[in-house]
């Protein structure tokens, strides 16, 4: 990871030549070359604290980051990971062994997370949706998923999650450029994707009525928009996405599904069948 920087070349005259009327000359040409070379090498090393330097820092970052993987767990963190995830001490050390199986470095790269859905979702557009997910995993932002951050969200569909729980989680899928605020295209391109998801996994083929649904998704969306605080709106806060997916069942159950979960395009598909 550490690169050296180029090592300056000295800069030599060619032939000169040893007659005594240009000795002179030459002594004044090698002086000025000297104090050129040194200035050249002075206005380099600034470059290189500069510009270069940043950069430097940055991979050197990286390495402190990945030079130190979290291949072991506390105690204490064992606990509180099991009081934040609801898995139990015994479930949180069989996961971290599996995950240290998989990512012996103690972190899962962007790249390998996809594989890893790739392969848990074979149907439909899995990399798609993976790299939506990721951003919801990938707490603080390294474009890497260390153990704690991989178990905070396995245990999002915990059925002992509530419905603002999930959604609370969820906000982040949607939240693309990562600025807070959702837009509507945001949530048309999100819904869409995971939509897409559930059907793939419900239906074996392909699902006459995926286009139907996965409109009746986005207008759902849409009308949240209509209607938050009873005037359109072009964007989402968090609180007012938690509200308005919480009033709307068919997006709830998309959004927080359970394991009977099924989506039709039936007006009444998210009641349950007496």
């Not at 040893?18 to 600034?46: E, F, M, Q, Y």
């Not at 069989?94 to 392969?119: A, E």
């Not at 260390?146 to 178990?151: P, Q, S, T, V, Y």
């Not at 989680?169 to 605020?181: A, C, Q, R």
Request: charged fraction near 20%; aromatic fraction near 8%; glycine fraction near 4%.
């Amino acid at each position: 990871m550490n690169r050296n920087s180029p090592s300056n070349s000295n800069l030599q005259t060619r032939d000169r030549s040893p007659s005594n009327s240009s000795v002179g000359s030459h002594k004044t040409i090698d002086s000025g070359l000297s104090t050129a070379s040194t200035n050249l090498s002075s206005t380099n090393s600034r470059r290189r604290n500069g510009f270069l330097g940043k950069i430097g820092s940055g991979f050197r970052s990286v390495f402190r980051r990945f030079s130190r993987p979290h291949t072991s767990l506390t105690e204490m963190e064992t606990r509180i990971l099991s009081a934040t995830t609801g898995y139990s001490r015994e479930e949180v050390l069989q996961w971290h062994q599996k995950f240290l199986t998989d990512y012996p470095n103690g972190y899962m790269t962007r790249k390998q997370f996809i594989s890893m859905y790739k392969s848990l979702f074979p149907k439909g557009d899995a990399e798609r949706f993976a790299r939506h997910i990721f951003r919801a995993f990938d707490l603080d932002k390294s474009n890497t998923i260390d153990f704690h951050e991989f178990l905070m969200g396995l245990s999002i569909t915990s059925p002992t999650n509530s419905i603002k729980t999930k959604l609370e989680w969820t906000f982040n899928v949607f939240d693309i450029d990562g600025n807070g605020l959702l837009t509507r295209r945001e949530c048309l391109e999100i819904i869409d994707v995971i939509v897409r998801c559930h059907l793939s996994l419900q239906y074996d083929t392909q699902n006459s009525n995926t286009e139907q649904i996965i409109n009746r998704a986005k207008t759902s969306m849409m009308n949240i928009f209509d209607t938050i605080a009873n005037n359109p709106a072009d964007i989402l806060t968090k609180t007012q996405f938690i509200e308005g997916c919480s009033k709307d069942e068919f997006i709830s159950q998309i959004l927080a599904p359970t394991a009977n979960t099924v989506l039709t395009n039936r007006q009444d598909s998210h009641s349950n069948d007496s």
